[in-house]
């Protein structure tokens, strides 16, 4: 095996490996920017594997993404409903969500008559695709890349990003300004939730291909600390969704080599993409700006 | 005119009652809005609990009769429930010393683990019973705020936001856990778990038969020590301005660094207590087993624990006690009427959600409404 | 109004919820008795180690009428309270832990409560009333180890490989046997053949038995390298390692392997659509579980150590009757649907079939040594000794 091929095991896996911490990443940077902080993406995203592997079984892998999309709809607009309308604790509302999921998600698999663990089909799995960049590419990939683009297009050229920073900048001036404030707020937590919803539908109709207890593992805070990543901007979330899957690609990769064994202790190796990403952050990155009104409700005054 | 001076000295004796008593009960009673909150949201997650147990034919009456005897019912299960809260109180500390400073610290998971590994190294030397104990809990303390210190020097120093920072020091933490006990911790004769705790730096158990030990004492002394630290020292006092109008304290010249490395640093010691606490007085094993089994989510659990004790020392206590309940409760639920211990989880997460809603604490304002009217009447 | 309309909501919730609480039935009916597992963190739904444990349990309850309650524990902290509570209740005739996680815990009660019945798995705790039930895992991954080297160069590839949990004890049984049986697979071959095809190891700790993608990428990892076998030793992770052969062997446009996966602890041979599971280590936990409930309900239980390994069937490489066995509890599972499995028998049968009967011979020669005690498959407990046989058997 030469080094290109290497390269190119990795980069296959990477690109999967992204596509669900960068959806969700994607769709928070949508409700941040709008004032919404969602804690609970871990909690979407593992309730919605559940839910679209189910989907993909009633009704195959259209149905199943549906489904997980729809979940994620589902929570953001409880999400949004609480932390707009209701004037809630968005984070309160997070913390809620991810105990939630963790727990209903174990519940309905001991339900479902095989505790821990559920299958979904092959033939109800999202269908492989060859392109000329590589054989048996998932199509969601394809859209991955290309949402952050649309996401910063319409963050920065639109008026509904212009609505929606005004929101999330200053409440009581846009709501001068005739925007309002809280179905603007609400949409986009909704909006972005669903995206959560579809990343956690990948990885159980298309990735993995069945949903287990623990499926997320954690991808939830790391799309999380994503957006914090990014400073809110949809194309750095790409960047930071790649680093991550990335180096977490290459140390499952390079930790299976056997020489590397000599070298370095197998606990270290896993460590990379964590350390990567600090550093990244630390040296290039550094302070970054959230909108003024984030993590709070708004009352007009 | 006799009349008349009966009727004055009624009044006085009313305004008389209301100043003394009443105003006071009424204020007491509206200070305790948190708590009632709390209360009412315990019972709707409680309810909504219910709801999934009746959608999935479980007999709602048995599991929570199953539950209160597992958790509260007896001195056994008591016991049980306090011994769940010991470490659940110091995590909870350590979010809420965080959000009163305006930082949303989740590295706590993190320094767990660092602080019950510094706990388990210290048991490779000998020492006197009472030194021993106490060089090993300030070991784990130490550890945790060490632990603590590179995201609060990466925030201070280069505005990495806390989220980052202590979400990856966590995942680092974990395989830091994983090499050090597999390898330098490790049982020579049992590999799957490090060394035990030796008894001289064991918490004695402080009910025979249960898991509770004298921990609880040091995670008690902790709640009086953060409370005295946050609301009686300028320190505590520039902290929570900070987390209450970052703009007003620039103005007053209150150093943004100090009250950073204060919370980042106090929450480290609390998060270390915690890992330290827990192996130094869990039996039967004083040990941490390879896969972390015993610390994982004892962090996240602390986030649960400080939302619902409204980030209040003495809320927190209150919180931990009743989660470590539920915790321990969960445990009879699943024999008796066979409700799967995940139910437990659902509950806690729908209390949360529902403390969340300011809304659904109307019912109470009503109630104080009516008391302030009859006042005035 | 609002707070009418909400009170009226309360009020028919309320009522609707007590509603219920009447119509629903009491407890179960009265059972000849009961009996009690506790699992460790890792709980039920790995398809192998825990699914295992209460498959045997759950069958044994069936046998002799008995009732079966599941005791799940959700961090380390549970294992003495759940186990507390179990004896305390009085009610078991007996408490099976499954997992060496376990331990202490049934140590500690089982001196608390002399009267009550226990077994544990994986592990020796020596009271008069506990079972302690080991197996010879390193004996079983020494089968598959040959066999995976004998069909790896049979098919051509150079290496075979390993993807296991977190490191701990039980799992460098494995590591261990699977090592010698690569090791004697290799020299079997040159044996018959007379070229020494060298296979090599590939072998990675993942750190988990839960993020199953982790699984996907380290046999993606290995697949790359040349792996023609994949050996699952992560319970659930196998569900990540089988999604890389499968993709792999879809790849080179077929349905069936090579690459093949090697299940573990369950047969999970009916997996992979019945040919991309070439076999399985089978670590007959059920059989345990099931012989403690037997020997409980005939009499003739005791405190004893009882050890499982390829003399005795409590560990074996999956054969068709067990096939047969596995198919129900995986369609129960849902990683099948009941309409798969003739097709599954079939394909299985061909995968077979496809190999030389010579190495399926050479196994059998294998297991038949290691029974009579002519072959002494090497183990480890300690790192000391894992690091000695690494060294031993290098396999680069």
Redesign the interface.
Known sequence: ?TIL??FF??L??SLH?MVPITLAATGEVLGETAGLFNIGLE?IILLSALTGALGAEAGGWVVGLLAGIGTGVAIGL?FGL??TY????????G??????????V??Q???????????V??AAQVP?INTPLG??LSPLIFLTLALPFFAYYLLSRTQVGLKLKAVGEHPAAADVAGIRVNITRLLAATGGASLAGLGGAF?SVD????V????S??RG??A??TV??SGLNPLLVLLGGFIFGFF??LA???????GIKAVV????V??TP??V??LV??GA????RFPAALGRPYIRE | MKGLAFIARLRRLKAWLFARLIGPAARAIARLRPLWESLLAGLIGLAVGAIIMLIYHFNPIQAYFALFRGSFGTVYSLSEALANATPLILTGLTFAIGLRGGLFNIGAEGQVYIGALAAIALSLFKLPAGLHLIVTLLAGMLAGALWSLPAAILKIARGVHEVISTIMFNWIAHFLSFYLIANILVDPRRAEKTISILPTARFPVLMPRTSLSYGILVSIFFVGLVLFLLWYTTIGFEVRAMGFNPAACRYAGIKRWRTALFAFVMGGFTAGLAGAVDVMGRPPSYAIFSGLGGLVNLGFNGLGVAMIGRNHPVGIVLAAIFFGGLMAGGRLMQISPGVPLELIRVVEGAIIITLAVPELIRIFRLFRGKLLIWRRA | MQGKSRLLILVVAVSLLITGLVLLPGAGQALKGRVAVILDVGGRGDLSFNDMGFKGTDEAAADFGLQMDEIQSASDADYLPNTRNAAISGQYDLIIGVGFLLTDAFNTVAAEFPNQKFAIIDSVVDQPNVMSIVFAENEGSALVGALSAMVAAYYGYPKVGVVLGIEIPVLYHFEAGYRFGIDWGNKKYQQVTGTNPNIGLLWTYTGTFSDIAKGYAASQAMLAQGAGLIYNVAGPLGIGDLQAVTEAVFAQRREAGPPFMIGVDANQDYLGDGHRVLASMMKRVDRGCYKAVADVVHGTFQGEIVSLGVSNRGIAISRYQDLLDFIEFGINAGAITAADKDRIISNWLTMRQGIPYWIWDAVSDLEMKIVSGEIVVPTANTVDEMLAIRAQYPLP
């Not at chain 1, 499952?252 to 056997?258: L, R």
């Open positions: 095996m091929d290497h095991g990795i296959f896996i490996a909690g409880l609480i932390s209701w004037k809630g604790d968005q984070l309160i509302v913390v809620g969500i991810n105990l939630l999921a963790i727990g209903f174990a519940f698999l001991i339900i479902l008559g095989a505790p821990g663990f559920h299958a089909p092959r492989n054989k048996d990885i990735w993995i291909g069945s287990t207890k623990e499926i593992a954690g805070f790391i999380l600390a914090v990543f977490e690609s499952t990769w390079i930790s299976t080599f056997p202790r197998w606990e270290i896993p460590m964590y350390i990403t600090l952050v630390a990155i550094g302070r970054v």
